[in-house]
């Protein structure tokens, strides 16, 4: 069958299913109406809880000394663990993709284990390595560093439940591109760190881009492992996320609404530049 | 920083020999962030009696933890399995407007911390929320039982089906259904005969997927529930609620029970992949 033909005859084709338009727009009905009460209605409920009650009271919470320390500590786990699994997914993803070997979905399954494991397991093995009856504890107990129930201990757990994503979207980016460019810069007399940085850098910049998006956005939302390691200790150990149910639990319904909006607003963001990158890369994947 | 060259020209032995730089970090901060922790967890769970790890790990509160963890995420995955798809099916095969718009918010549940999910979704379906507001004074309530659980699995689980589905269906040759339509064949006997099968391994791999997640959550899942025994708690609330009494071993031996069915789900999920690529080489 000639290519054309077959553009032609699937235009007939949605002619064909125009004819019975009713039946497009109920399932159009149905994936709209199940969004919008899973997703799309919790999500507005978000911004109309905290700005309920005016502007003002919203504002008002932002003045309070543990929002103010909570904003600071998210901020500044990001700021270690975003860099940190940066580094290590873009070694991981190189030596992955680079390199041909038998166990490579082995490999891959490894590094997708914290995708799978639940956050509170994760919390679990961090008290079970670092706190005080861990593996970890006589050595922490000699250089009298403290893990868990301390800011080590949320950034430990925040960088395990966010380590595969750079490694994840570099890799299939790196095989694609593949090593020809590489090569040529090598036979031409580039050293591997030019290499690095003007071929392969270049080249997976968007792929590396949505990685450190999507480690972002876990790493300043993540709740469950760090909720475990935490102890939750107001102005020392909360972060944004800690906040919200803590706010919540003692009925500051206010409170935790106007931190809410703080991480609606990080979802959302999130969401745009993800769209952004996507039409950049023009894929469309999970 | 030195990254080590394309190495494919070599002996094999060769590099087992020199490992390159980019192998040792992996290999490092692997065993350290994420194999080290593993073993922490299992080297805890073998100093329990073996006796004693059962009785832990079969106790009925385990056990009602494990049934409301369990069965709620499946039912959840499932309906997921057949919304999600028809979410698919609709960004994929019909235009309409605001369809830009409902495709990016399909990946919410990713962006949105769990936290501000569960409470956003015990507010909306709370006897005094948007939803749980009309559905009162049926005597219906949601928030605070496991009906709740299983909406905010029903919130985290959605994309994985969409995005596993959505692929699939946009590469489909739509030759193949005018083929069966001009033999003869109803809509229906092409959808589950045609259109179906290649897309059942993807469906079942987003539910598996979304399954996976659903069992470990709990940020969302703990705020919506009242956390009660016996009737909506949840597994990793039982894990945390143990730590909390400073009972290690209890959450230990929970802890790796959920690891274990973890490590099942991912090779069961790897499982699916290989019968999916199957059908699209």
Known sequence: MPTNSSTLSSSTLSTSESAKPWAQWVMIAIAIG???????????NVFY??????????????????MQTAIGLTLFVAFIVVPLNTVFGLFAAWAIARHPFRGKPIVIS????PFSISPVVAGLM????????????????FINFKVIFAVPGIVLATAFVTLPFVA???????????????????????????????????????????????TNARAMGEFGAVSVVAGNIARKTQTLSLFVEDSYKQYATGAAFSASVLLGALGLLTLILKEILERKTHRKTA | MAIAPSLSWRQPLGYLGKISLPWRVTIGYLAWMLVLPIVALFGKAITAQPSEFWRIATSPIALSAYEVTFVTALGSALVN????????????????PGKRLIDAIVDLPFALPTAVAGLTLATVYSPKGWIGGLLAPFGVKIAFTRV?????????????????????????????????????????????????????????????????????????????????????????????????????????????VLLLISFVLLLLINLLQAWGRRYAN
Do not use: C
Not at chain 2, 85 to 94: H, N
Not at chain 2, 206 to 223: I, Q
């Open chain 1, 34 to 44: 199940y969004l919008a009460l899973v997703l799309l209605l919790p999500a507005v």
């Open chain 1, 49 to 66: 809880q905290a700005l309920a009650k005016g502007v003002g009271p919203f504002l008002t919470h932002f003045a309070e000394a543990d």
């Open chain 1, 110 to 113: 490894i590094l997708d284990l």
């Open chain 1, 126 to 141: 961090m008290v079970l390595l670092y706190g005080q009856q861990g593996w970890l504890s006589p050595i922490l107990q």
């Open chain 1, 168 to 214: 994840r979207e570099v890799i299939p980016v790196l095989e694609e591109v593949g090593t020809d460019e590489e090569e040529a810069a090598r036979t031409l007399g580039a050293n591997n760190w030019q290499i690095f940085w003007n071929v392969t850098l270049p080249n997976i910049r968007w792929g590396l881009l949505y990685g450190v998006l999507l």
């Open chain 2, 81 to 96: 399995g057949l919304f999600g798809t028809l979410i698919a099916w609709v960004l994929v095969r019909y235009s309409f």
């Open chain 2, 148 to 256: 709740g659980v299983a909406i905010a699995m029903l919130f985290i689980s959605l994309p994985f089906v969409v995005r596993t589905v959505q692929p699939v269906l946009s590469e489909m040759e739509r030759e193949l259904e005018e083929a069966a339509w001009s033999l003869g064949a109803s809509k229906i006997q092409t959808f589950l005969r045609v259109t179906l099968p290649p897309l059942l391994p993807a469906i079942l791999t987003g539910v598996a997927l979304g399954f996976s997640r659903a069992v470990g959550e709990y940020g969302s899942t703990v705020m919506i529930a009242s956390n009660t025994p016996f009737k909506d708690l949840i597994a990793p609330v039982l894990i945390f609620q143990q730590l909390e009494q400073y009972n290690i071993v209890g959450a230990t031996v929970i802890g790796t």
